[in-house]
T-cell receptor, first 117, second 116 residues
Framework: KQEVTQIPAALSVPEGENLVLNCSFT??????LQWFRQDPGKGLTSLLL???SQREQTSGRLNASLDKSSGRSTLYIAASQPGDSATYLC????WGAGGTSYGKLTFGQGTILTVHP | DAGITQSPRHKVTETGTPVTLRCHQT?????MYWYRQDPGHGLRLIHY???????DKGEVSDGYSVSRSKTEDFLLTLESATSSQTSVYFC???????????????FGSGTRLTVV
């Protein structure tokens, strides 16, 4: 059974810092890994998606890397801002039966990020 | 959350009553999912659908049933609501890799359900 762990559980940093959020998973047979952001009382917003054949993806100040063999992904946030405060979730998607890709996501517990001015 | 709508957004119901939550998508995606989110448990899959009238159980399916009579609608029913089903429920959609290889999951805004 796939297990996904996110470290740290919570992080509080001053504005402007570069920071790294970690995600580890136990089964390397994944189709892709997706990072989400969730604001309090809101739904999940997709940030970055990395296919199993890729090493990293970038979007603005965000960079996500994937090392499938070691079961690790990191989300790097450059020059953090108070607006980055949210819960960050990673989720892995396995290959589905028969080579389909509808495999069910397994989520980590999330990292609660607070960026203070 | 463009393309996926959940209703109602909030609901309070009494123990023992049936409750149906609706997820509607305009993306024509094949796969639809229901998750619940609880403190300390994160997001857990309840049921999912891989096509019209094709559904299967997730890891926390007891007490829930689903139906999908049209591509765009996926209904989650609590046959007899219990306090342990108080939660935030999220619907999600996804597509086959060969149709959108870089496409992941898209989530709805959630339904906050309180069972009293």
């Amino acid at each position: 059974k796939q297990e996904v762990t996110q470290i740290p559980a919570a992080l509080s940093v001053p504005e402007g810092e570069n920071l790294v959020l970690n995600c580890s998973f136990t089964d390397s047979a994944i189709y892709n890994l997706q990072w989400f952001r969730q604001d309090p009382g809101k739904g999940l917003t997709s940030l970055l998606l990395i296919q199993s054949s890729q090493r990293e993806q970038t979007s603005g100040r965000l960079n996500a890397s994937l090392d499938k063999s070691s079961g690790r992904s990191t989300l790097y946030i450059a020059a953090s801002q108070p607006g980055d405060s949210a819960t960050y979730l990673c989720a892995v998607r396995p290959w589905g039966a028969g080579g389909t890709s509808y495999g069910k996501l397994t989520f980590g517990q999330g990292t609660i990020l607070t960026v203070h001015p | 959350d463009a393309g996926i709508t959940q209703s109602p957004r909030h609901k309070v119901t009494e123990t023992g009553t049936p409750v149906t939550l609706r997820c509607h998508q305009t993306e024509n995606h094949r796969y639809m999912y229901w998750y619940r989110q609880d403190p300390g448990h994160g997001l857990r899959l309840i049921h999912y659908s891989y096509g019209v009238k094709d559904t299967d159980k997730g890891e926390v399916s007891d007490g829930y049933s689903v139906s999908r009579s049209k591509t765009e609608d996926f209904l989650l029913t609590l046959e007899s609501a219990t306090s342990s089903q108080t939660s935030v429920y999220f619907c999600a959609i996804s597509e086959e890799w060969w149709q959108k290889p870089n496409y992941g999951y898209t989530f709805g805004s959630g339904t906050r359900l309180t069972v009293v």
